[in-house]
């Protein structure tokens, strides 16, 4: 079976994940899988998240497994003196982490990579039902219906700083994988505990067009949840 051949639902659904191809192998084995419960745990001392995330022409593309913006090289996150590009973000439904066993109603998911090492940072902002989301608006008025379109890039400039919750130096940390097949477990992931609003219209906006796609948590075994003070 070809590796695009996965999705949210049915036979090919996450409980089936490791056994649709031998490279998703590690959906199934692996022991340092995400998402988790995110309970409180080890409190840390953390240095502040250092962003520089430049303006970004908006570029969309709805894959029919979520919505995904491509960022232009040059923005990043500075973490523990190492340098990750911002090479885009893209959107759950319902959350996929849980916080004391609560659900929130999306999840932003900002992906970077140390471009020598290969690893993965991702920026993980849940987001709770209220307001509407003018930042999130920007991006839900481009939203292609029509899937596996090629990119589509406006003259509108957007910057992932906007969607970002005030306080971004209080999260939770910990060492996982990708939440999509292959599941590589290669991640940092770094889980804010502010949530942002997203306005229930918002909310049916994505489900009309992707619908849910939220992988179980997954058992923390051995690793450390840390958390910043």
């Known amino acids: 079976m070809r590796p695009s051949i996965w999705s949210y639902q049915g036979d090919t659904g996450s409980s089936f994940w490791g056994e649709l191809d031998p490279e998703f192998a590690t959906c199934?084995?692996?022991k340092a899988q995400s998402p988790i419960n995110l309970p409180s745990s080890v409190s840390s001392s953390f240095g502040s998240l250092e962003l520089s995330y430049k303006d970004t022409p908006l570029t969309i593309v709805n894959n029919h497994r979520t919505i995904r913006v491509d960022y232009q090289p040059g923005s990043n996150l500075t973490l523990d003196g190492q340098i990750y590009e911002l090479l885009q973000f893209h959107f759950h439904q319902p959350s996929e982490h849980l916080v004391w066993g609560q659900t929130f109603e999306m999840e932003a998911?900002?992906?970077?990579?140390?471009?020598?090492?290969g690893e993965f940072v991702v920026l993980a902002v849940l987001m709770s039902k209220g307001e509407m989301n003018r930042a999130l608006d920007t991006v839900w008025q481009k939203i292609p219906v029509q899937s596996d379109r090629p990119p589509e890039t406006s003259d509108i400039l957007i910057n992932a700083l906007d969607l970002l919750p005030e306080n971004i130096d209080r999260y939770y940390r910990y060492r996982g994988s990708l939440t999509t097949p292959p599941c590589s477990e290669i991640v940092t992931w770094l889980v804010l505990k502010q949530p942002i609003e997203v306005s229930q219209l918002q909310i049916e906006r994505f489900l009309s067009v992707i619908g849910t796609n939220a992988?179980?948590?997954?058992?923390?075994?051995?690793?450390?949840?840390?958390?910043?003070?």
């Open 28 to 30: 199934k084995v692996g």
């Open 109 to 117: 998911h900002f992906v970077h990579q140390n471009q020598i090492t």
């Open 215 to 229: 992988r179980p948590v997954q058992a923390l075994n051995n690793r450390i949840l840390s958390e910043s003070k």
